[in-house]
C-alpha cells in the first residue's frame, strides 16, 4: 500500500503486525516491545482523537478496514451512584407541571473519577484536672504505626500498594504528594515502608507455615537485580514464590503465595525454603530441584516433581512460530486436547477429577508419547524440534503425574502469574537496594498477591492489618488478621 494513503486504521493495524512479530521473534527484548506497544497508543490515542473532533457521528464514513467493536460492561453495582435528573423544557403554554404524565425515562451511567485527597486527622487528648483532688488525667496516646510519626495505616498501604504492586517508584511518589501540597522526600516514604513491612513480617510467615502444611504447591522464580554493597554495582538475585490454590477442585484450603529472597540461584536456596514441606511439587526443570527428588536411604522422596505441560507446549510454539512445522503444529493439537479435558473439570470434586484424566487424558497421553517418540527418532537430536519433542519425553513421568492425582494441576501457570507482576514493575524501580531490601519486598508481596487471591483489595487489606497490629492485636490471635479470615471486616471498613 502506497505510505502517503494509509489511513489511521492501517497504521495501527500494521503496528499491531509488527508487535505480534516483535513478540514471537524476540522473546525477552522487552524494550523494542515497549516502543512498538508506545507507538501503537499514540496513534490510537490520535485516532481516537481525530474521531471525537468530527462533529456529525451518523455521517462518518466507514473504515477502510473493519474494527472489533468494544464490549461496553455494564458499571459495577457497588460504585456509589450520583443522580442528576435533567428535566425538559416545556414546549407549549398547556404543559404545566400538573397536567404532566411521566412515560419513563431514559438514564446514561457515567464513570466518574474522584480525586484521592490527603486529609489530617487531628488527635487531640484533653487534660484534666479535678478541683477537689487536684488529680490531672489525659487519653492514652493513640496507638499508631509510626510512633511520633506522621503516616496513617492507609497512607502506608497506599505508598506499598503503588510501589510493589502498581510499580511506581517512591521518587514519582514524592512528586504525586508535591501536587497535593505535600513535601514527603524518598527516603521518608522508604522509611514508611521498612516500618509497614515490620509489622507485616509476622502475618507473612504465618502465611509461609500454611502455604508449606499444603499437600500440593506451585513454585517458581524470576530475576531481581541487586546493589553490591561497596562495588557501585548490581548482581542478580532471585525472588521464589510458593503458592497453593485448592480452589481448582474445590479444596477447604484457602488460596496463599509465600515469596521468599535469595541473593542468588544456588539449589541450596529452594531447599532451604522447603525444608519443611513434604508433598507434590509443580515446578520447571531448574536443576537445583533435583536434590528435593531424591529418595533417601530406604525412604521414598519426600518431595515428588509435577511437570508442566505449558512449558513443554511453549517449546513446540516456539518451534512453530519460527519454522511453521507441522510436526510441531500436530504435537500442540494433541496437547490443546488434554487441556480441554482440563476446561471440563475445573473446580470438580478430586475423585471426579482423577476419574475423568483415567479415563480421557491417560489415553490421549499414551498416543502422544507413541507419537512423539516416533517423530523423535527422525528428527535430529540438534534441531529445536528434536530438543522440544525430548524435552517432553525426558519429563514424561513427572509431566503425567497430574493424572493419578485429582488435586494436581496439568501446569505451572499459577506460579508463573503470581511472578508477572514482579517481571513488569521491576522495569520501574531496576534494582533493589539492598538484600534487607529484598527480603522487605517478598513480605510485601506476600500479603499483596495473598490478599489478591482471595478477592481482597490488597491497598484496603493492608491498611486494616497494619491498623489492627498497631492497635496491640494479640499475637496468640494472630491468624485473625489472615487475609481469608478477614474479608468481612477488611470490606466493612472500606466500604
Known amino acids: 500500500m502506497d505510505l502517503a494513503h494509509r489511513t489511521p486504521e492501517d497504521e495501527i493495524a500494521a503496528l499491531r503486525h509488527e508487535l505480534a512479530a516483535a513478540r514471537a521473534q524476540l522473546g525477552t527484548a522487552a524494550v523494542e516491545i515497549e516502543h512498538l506497544r508506545a507507538q501503537l497508543a499514540a496513534l490510537e490515542e490520535n485516532e481516537a482523537e481525530h474521531q471525537a473532533a468530527r462533529p ?20 459495577p ?48 487528648r484533653p487534660r484534666y484536672a479535678c478541683r477537689v483532688c487536684e488529680a490531672v488525667f489525659q487519653a492514652p496516646a493513640p496507638d499508631l504505626p509510626i510512633e511520633r510519626g506522621r503516616p496513617g495505616p492507609g497512607l502506608i498501604a497506599h505508598v506499598v500498594v503503588s510501589k510493589y504492586c502498581d510499580g511506581l517508584p517512591l521518587f514519582r511518589q514524592s512528586v504525586i504528594l508535591a501536587r497535593e501540597g505535600v513535601e514527603i522526600d524518598r527516603v521518608t516514604l522508604a522509611d514508611w515502608i521498612g516500618r509497614g513491612a515490620w509489622w507485616l513480617a509476622p502475618l507473612a510467615r504465618l502465611i509461609g507455615t500454611t502455604v508449606m502444611a499444603q499437600p500440593v504447591l506451585h513454585t517458581d522464580d524470576t530475576p531481581i537485580r541487586t546493589l553490591a554493597p561497596g562495588t557501585g554495582k548490581t548482581r542478580l538475585a532471585r525472588f521464589w514464590v510458593y503458592a497453593v490454590d485448592p480452589r481448582s477442585h474445590g479444596g ?27 508433598g507434590v511439587m509443580h515446578a520447571d526443570a531448574f536443576a537445583g530441584y533435583d536434590a528435593l527428588y531424591r529418595a533417601g536411604p530406604g525412604q521414598p522422596a519426600r518431595i515428588q516433581h509435577a511437570a508442566c505441560w505449558a512449558h513443554a507446549r511453549r517449546k513446540l510454539f516456539e518451534v512453530h512460530e519460527a519454522t511453521r512445522s507441522p510436526i510441531a503444529e500436530e504435537a ?16 470438580r470434586p478430586v475423585a471426579d477429577r482423577e476419574a475423568q484424566r483415567q479415563a480421557r487424558s491417560k489415553l490421549l497421553l499414551e498416543e502422544l508419547k507413541t507419537w512423539m517418540e516416533g517423530q523423535r527418532r527422525r528428527a535430529s537430536s540438534k534441531t529445536a524440534l528434536g530438543k522440544a519433542l525430548q524435552y517432553a519425553l525426558g519429563r514424561w513421568e513427572a509431566l503425567t503425574r497430574y493424572t493419578e492425582d485429582g488435586r494436581l494441576a496439568i501446569d505451572n501457570n499459577l506460579a508463573e502469574r503470581l511472578l508477572r507482576g514482579i517481571a513488569v514493575t521491576r522495569k520501574n524501580f531496576l534494582f533493589l537496594g539492598s538484600d534487607k531490601g529484598g527480603d522487605r519486598a517478598a513480605i510485601l508481596y506476600t500479603l499483596i498477591e495473598t490478599a489478591k487471591l482471595n478477592g481482597l483489595n490488597p491497598e484496603a487489606y493492608l491498611a486494616y492489618a497494619i491498623d489492627q497490629l498497631a492497635r496491640g492485636h494479640l499475637a496468640s ?8 479470615n478477614c474479608i468481612d471486616a477488611v470490606q466493612a471498613k472500606a466500604a
Open 56 to 75: 456529525d457521528p451518523v455521517s462518518r464514513a466507514a473504515p477502510s478496514s473493519p474494527r472489533a467493536k468494544a464490549v461496553r460492561r455494564p458499571l
Open 252 to 278: 477447604p484450603a484457602p488460596p496463599a503465595a509465600f515469596y521468599r529472597y535469595s541473593a542468588d540461584r544456588k539449589g541450596e536456596r529452594p531447599r532451604e525454603h522447603l525444608a519443611g514441606f513434604a
Open 77 to 124: 453495582d457497588h460504585l456509589p451512584r450520583e443522580t442528576v435528573v435533567h428535566e425538559p423544557e416545556l414546549v407549549c403554554d398547556c404543559c404545566t407541571p400538573g397536567k404532566l404524565a411521566r412515560l419513563g425515562e431514559d438514564v446514561t451511567e457515567v464513570l466518574e473519577k474522584v480525586p484521592a485527597r490527603l486529609k489530617v486527622i487531628r488527635h487531640v
Open 332 to 347: 500442540l493439537r494433541r496437547i490443546q486436547a488434554l487441556y480441554q479435558v482440563e476446561a471440563d473439570i475445573t473446580a
Open 477 to 484: 490471635r494472630l491468624s485473625e488478621l489472615l487475609p481469608w
